[in-house]
């Protein structure tokens, strides 16, 4: 490769191999870098090879090796490699060059370096890349943001190598201010969470009460993979109930039931409670992996506590249909959940974000990719100002038709002690959200009861606010009401 090259990647790991190697196959000349240079040498005599792809040995060559404006795309490590690698990337660069951060890193950290790299005369994106290998090599899903000038620069590349939906648009579109992209990358990712929850608690309810095999299970999960359960996540599950071991042995039974996690699902958990929404399904996603990692406590309680018998005794298949309705039921209310989620960021951090759109890219590429989410564009599309997916007609209508199965898979899994966090959590979620009145009215009475926290009445206007002196021991001063 003698010209400069189009874009520059630091990074040859699982997703910034498979990205260079997708970006070569639709006609860009890439420049690559990795921390360990051995990795270079390796990826340019293998995958590389042949490949309009020039292989560097510092950052000062590779930002050297390209096309101006400069494009420095990193797929690294979130957290300090992103900040160092900008330190070290910023000394070479000329004004109107662009860093580009393609990781999981937090939008807070994005806010912060969207700032700085600006700061220094240079346009900053952070993008949501989502696909795991497979989608990076073929096409993901990307969710750009940050310095809004460098779109036009980064847009054919970045459209071009992303998933196509609908014959042809492109899973990748321009989010949003700052960190925008990230932000909707961490949303992605916490709603892979709750997905990949949900599908867990069917497979243990599947083997547990209802005693299926390995083969039948691969078949259930295979079947709702042709109706409104068709996603990613619901095939590749389908595929590895089917994996053997070299005994013959299901691989899920061999893999020990401890669950990691790289902090994008926390982070999302950590951004509800900031900004008060009530985002259950996925927190208790989150918390079922950190119960899951504690490995020793469960294994002491096992010893401790019995389990009630398992005593199902009812319709096989009827009771597979209600699974597959809780699974669905728990679905709408956690996309409901994260969209609620995203409206409240939009609004905090001033971001406009096209809730429609951001389905769109989801659509095709990514980990979350499901015939679902063009119901979601459709709701946006019909309302662009819906205040939340389950007043949309066709959520309101899904949501029904689901309770019923719902219910009893939640009942059923309960009297067997089989947990459910994801399926119950979700469906208390719903009776809360279509309830009038909650029993929020005792809790308020207690506040006031011992730290004279004050009330609003259900027979005065709201914002005014009252004070009873419950005990006759209280004086007169009242604590200052307001929300944190
Ligand atoms: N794997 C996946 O499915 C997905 C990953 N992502 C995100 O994409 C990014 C890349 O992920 P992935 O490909 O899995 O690779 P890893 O997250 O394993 O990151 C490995 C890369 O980071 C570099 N690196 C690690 N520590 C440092 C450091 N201290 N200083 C400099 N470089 C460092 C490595 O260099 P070296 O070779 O020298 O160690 C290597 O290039 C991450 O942010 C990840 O969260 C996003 C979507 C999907
Ligand atoms: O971003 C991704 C997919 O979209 C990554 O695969 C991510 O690592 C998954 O999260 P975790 O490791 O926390 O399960």
Not at 6 to 16: E, F, K, P, R, S
């Amino acid at each position: 490769m003698n010209k400069l090259a189009d874009i520059g990647l630091i990074g040859l790991a699982v997703m910034g191999e498979n990205l260079v190697l997708n970006m070569e196959s639709k006609g860009f000349s890439v420049a690559v870098y990795n921390r360990s240079t051995d990795k270079v040498d390796k990826f340019i005599q293998g995958r590389g090879a042949g490949k309009n792809i020039k292989g560097t040995h510092s950052v000062k060559e590779l930002v050297a090796a390209l096309e101006k404006p400069r494009k420095v795309m990193m797929l690294v490590k979130a957290g300090d490699p992103v900040d160092s690698f900008i330190d070290q990337i910023i000394p070479h660069l000329e004004k109107g060059d662009i860093i580009i951060d393609g990781g999981n890193s937090n939008f807070t950290d994005t806010i912060r370096r969207t700032e700085y790299v600006e700061s220094k005369g240079f346009q900053f994106i952070g993008t949501g890349v989502s696909g795991g290998e497979i989608g990076a090599l073929r096409g993901p899903s990307m969710m750009p943001g940050g310095s809004k000038e460098a779109w036009p620069h980064v847009k054919e590349i970045f459209q071009s190598v992303s998933a196509k939906v609908d014959g042809g648009v492109p899973c990748c579109d321009w989010v949003g201010a700052d960190g925008a992209g990230h932000y909707v990358k961490m949303i992605h990712n916490g709603i892979e969470y709750g997905d990949m929850q949900i599908i867990t608690e069917a497979y243990q309810f599947m083997k547990d009460v209802l005693k299926m095999d390995y083969d039948e299970m691969h078949e259930t999960f295979k079947k709702w993979n042709t109706g409104e359960l068709d996603s990613y996540l619901i095939e590749i599950t389908a595929d590895i109930l089917a994996y053997k071991d070299e005994d013959g042995a299901p691989m899920v039974e061999k893999i020990l039931d401890t669950a990691g996690q790289k902090g994008t699902g926390k982070w999302t958990g950590i951004e509800a409670m900031h900004l008060g929404v009530p985002l259950t399904l996925i927190a208790e996603s989150v918390f079922s992996r950190f119960l899951s990692a504690q490995l020793d406590l469960r294994d002491q309680a096992s010893q401790v506590f019995q389990a009630p018998e398992i005593t199902f005794e009812g319709d096989k298949e009827e009771m597979l249909e209600n699974l597959k309705m809780a699974v669905y039921g728990a679905k709408l209310i956690s996309y409901a959940q994260g969209y609620n989620l995203l409206m409240e960021a939009s609004k905090e951090y001033n971001w406009d974000l096209k809730y429609g759109d951001i389905a769109l890219m989801w659509r095709g590429g990514c980990i979350i990719r499901s015939a679902f989410l063009g119901d979601i564009k459709k709701a946006f599309d019909k309302n662009p100002s819906l205040p939340h997916l389950l007043l949309d007609d066709f959520f309101k209508e899904k949501v029904q038709k689901a309770q019923p199965g719902w219910r009893k898979v939640c009942a059923v899994a309960v009297t067997n002690g089989i947990p459910v966090p994801s399926l119950s959590a979700s469906l208390a979620y719903f009776d809360g959200f279509r309830s009038k009145r909650l029993p929020a009215n005792l809790l308020q009475a207690q506040r006031d009861y011992f730290g004279a926290h004050t009330y609003e009445r259900t027979d005065r206007p709201r914002g005014e606010f009252f004070h009873t002196n419950w005990t006759g021991e209280g004086a007169d001063t009242v604590s200052t009401a307001y929300n944190s």
